[in-house]
């Protein structure tokens, strides 16, 4: 009898325990989790806004002919722009890092035209309004208002 009471005692504890499995299961949230943001990818300048009292008061489309990419991969930028009627070369490379809210980027090395504003000023801060397939990188004044900013639109992810 003993050992009858004991195998139903073991039954009924294994019943228990794959009931309990089962309520977690059902528990569970499948809700997925919202794809992180990222720059990684290439993108392409599309328009800029120009600000007053923070708020858009203009736009402009990029001219087609003159094309600006930017690449964002494992940490590192690279740019170039295209101005066909310039003989002037304007490209960089350096690295980056984003927030939630903030754009940083260190230029390392350019175009003789980019040297000579690296000379200057090699970090260059922007407010980031980023989405999953376009970006704005929005300069700031020293008091913090918004001046213009660089809006782009994904042209190939990673």
Not at 51 to 64: H, L, M, P, R, T
Not at 72 to 79: A, I, L, N, S
Not at 124 to 150: A, C, H, P, V, W
């Amino acid at each position: 009898m003993k050992t009858v009471s004991k195998l139903l005692l073991c039954v009924l504890v294994l019943i228990s325990c794959n009931q309990e499995k089962a309520q977690d299961t059902e528990l569970k949230d499948t809700t997925p989790e919202p794809e992180a943001l990222s720059l990684e990818g290439i993108w392409e300048l599309t328009n800029y806004y120009t600000y007053e009292d923070n708020e858009v008061i203009d736009s402009f489309s990029n001219n087609a002919d003159y094309r600006q990419i930017k690449m964002y991969q494992h940490g590192k930028v690279m740019w170039s722009r295209k101005v066909p009627i310039d003989s002037i070369e304007w490209y960089g490379y350096g690295s980056y890092q984003i927030t939630d809210t903030s754009l940083t980027e260190t230029i390392e090395y350019g175009s003789a035209s980019m040297l000579k504003i690296i000379d200057t000023m090699r970090v260059f801060t922007f407010e980031l309004e980023l989405e999953k397939n376009k970006y704005r990188q929005i300069n700031i004044d020293i008091d913090g208002n918004r001046m213009f900013s660089e809006n782009y639109v994904r042209i190939e992810e990673p």
